[in-house]
């Protein structure tokens, strides 16, 4: 099956300083890349959805000027948590789909992120 | 409102012994249903994904069931070993996936 990877696995940062995450499709091109997050013991969100060369598209609730996504290829999306505070301590999960809206998604293996 | 409840919410079982876990759903429109296992810290992985006419579909020791009619679908694991210990996850498919909260299985020696 499709490889998704993420990187890093784990984060630990300082409240108020910006974290990084990359999300790379290994074997495909993935023309949609989704981001979402999970809360201990609770199902996966979606925070937003982003296709190659155009703006993501966040749900509701979600800051799209605190959660950067960039899909600047078919192959990488990154996620940049600006001025994290404890509060978005999560795991972040990426997935991406290969074509049309009938892809399947593969998801990556997640990013634990702690903000002290 | 489309909603994808699970049952029951966590489950531990004995190695060797069968289990079934329940997936109801209220998703309009319905495009297919995935079951996934997912791992502590680590992302879903697939096990079966199943279409409107499909009833059964097995992967291995896993066996998902779909009834469209009545939306409910099943996962049954047969002779469970340690390593089924996860999440697993009913994810309905409209135009976005719809996650169901999951259950939460620990097999025991």
């Known amino acids: 099956g499709a490889v998704v990877s993420q990187h890093p696995s784990r984060v630990i940062c300082k409240s108020g300083t910006s974290v990084k995450i990359e999300c790379r499709s290994l074997?495909?091109?993935?023309?949609?890349m989704f981001w979402y997050r999970q809360f201990p013991k609770q199902s996966l969100m979606l925070m937003a959805t982003?296709?190659?060369?155009?703006?993501?598209?966040?749900e509701q609730g979600v800051e799209k000027d605190k959660f950067l996504i960039n899909h600047a290829s078919l192959t990488l999306s990154t996620l940049t948590v600006t001025s994290a505070h404890p509060e978005d301590s999560s795991f972040y999960i990426c997935?991406?789909?290969?074509?049309?809206?009938?892809?399947?998604?593969?998801f990556g293996p997640g990013t634990r992120l702690t903000v002290l | 409102k489309n909603q994808v409840e699970q049952s029951p919410q966590s489950l531990i079982i004995l190695e060797g012994k069968n289990c079934t876990l329940q997936?109801?759903?209220?998703?309009?429109?319905?495009?297919?249903l995935r079951w996934y296992k997912q791992d502590t810290g680590r992302g879903p992985v697939s096990l079966t994904i199943?279409?409107?006419?499909?009833n059964t579909k097995s992967n291995g020791r896993y066996t998902a069931t779909l009834d469209a009619d009545t939306k409910q679908s099943s996962l049954h694991i047969t002779a469970s070993q340690l390593s089924d210990s996860a999440s697993y996850i009913c994810?309905?498919?409209?135009?976005?996936?719809?996650f169901g909260t999951g259950t939460r299985l620990q097999v025991f020696p």
């Open positions: 997935s991406a789909r290969a074509s049309g809206g009938a892809g399947e998604q593969f």
């Open positions: 074997d495909f091109q993935a023309t949609t």
């Open positions: 994810v309905v498919r409209t135009d976005k996936l719809i």
């Open positions: 982003s296709n190659e060369g155009s703006k993501a598209t966040y």
């Open positions: 199943m279409t409107f006419s499909e």
């Open positions: 997936c109801n759903y209220t998703v309009s429109p319905f495009s297919n």
